[in-house]
């Protein structure tokens, strides 16, 4: 068994949650994966993975290790003939937060499945945290401040954090001077688990640091789109994500309050597994999706601008 072949039935090992998983993927045999573990092992000098009964997990060189070995096989894949010439098959399995899913991933998973007649999608859009390798996610649109992973990411844009309400409920309770205001204010909540809820804002002029203000919703809905629609029902003040407002924003549907004292913006990330060489469509997909949503969120951002 050479190395590169020892690699790759380690990240599908890594990917697969099992050495078992990595054999069916490759067509081995589990003690094939096993010596595959041991070789790359031997050659580190020291554990890569720390086996259980319930599932597998890296130490910190096999961390260090796996994502070497990604960047390796994806270029290796990229050197074989006739890659870009046949045509592109396969599922891909995208994840994605729901409204902005909705709004700007979704037109881009279409227009990828019109331009590659063989390929299909599985778009999968939830409000939590999607576990890319547990779940058979290939790639996911994150909205967040990442921390360190073996996944590979590439920062597409970014997003604010908005505070609004419609022109009527302006016109009737007014328009806060400062978050210090809010209590006094009718607020709608995302979060039905808690009776209140710490609304983040920078400080004017130091949109890096910031202070929490608690508010009490009087409603407390579970999905941006029930946020968003309450608010231009005139039900009170939202806090809201650039994207899911900025079109209300536009046609003077929703007023933006309190925007000098709003913090930095969110980076917007498609993150994937580094071991994409085996899955043309996946790669395909990842250029699609990231060349889409730059110029989106860019258009965005003219949209809400900074105070």
Known sequence: ??????????????????????????????????????????????PLLLRSTRRLSLTAAGEQHLAIWRKVLSSLAELEPGQDTAPLRGTVRVTAPELFGRLHVLPLVETFLDAQPEVSARLILANRIVNLVGDGIDVAIRIAVLGDSSLTAIRVGQVRIVLCASPEYVRIAGSPASPDDLPGHRCIGLNVAAEGELWPFAMPGRPDRTRSIRVTPRLRVDSAAALVDSALRGQGIISARSYQVADHLAAGRLVRLLQRFEGEPIPVHVIFSGEVGAARAVRAFINHVTDGLRPSLRSLEAATPPA
């Open 1 to 46: 068994m050479d190395r590169l072949d020892a690699m790759a039935l380690f990240v599908a090992a890594v990917d697969g949650g099992s050495l078992a998983a990595a054999g069916r993927r490759h067509g081995r045999s589990p003690a094939s994966v096993t010596r595959a573990v041991a070789l790359l092992e031997e050659q580190a000098r020291e």
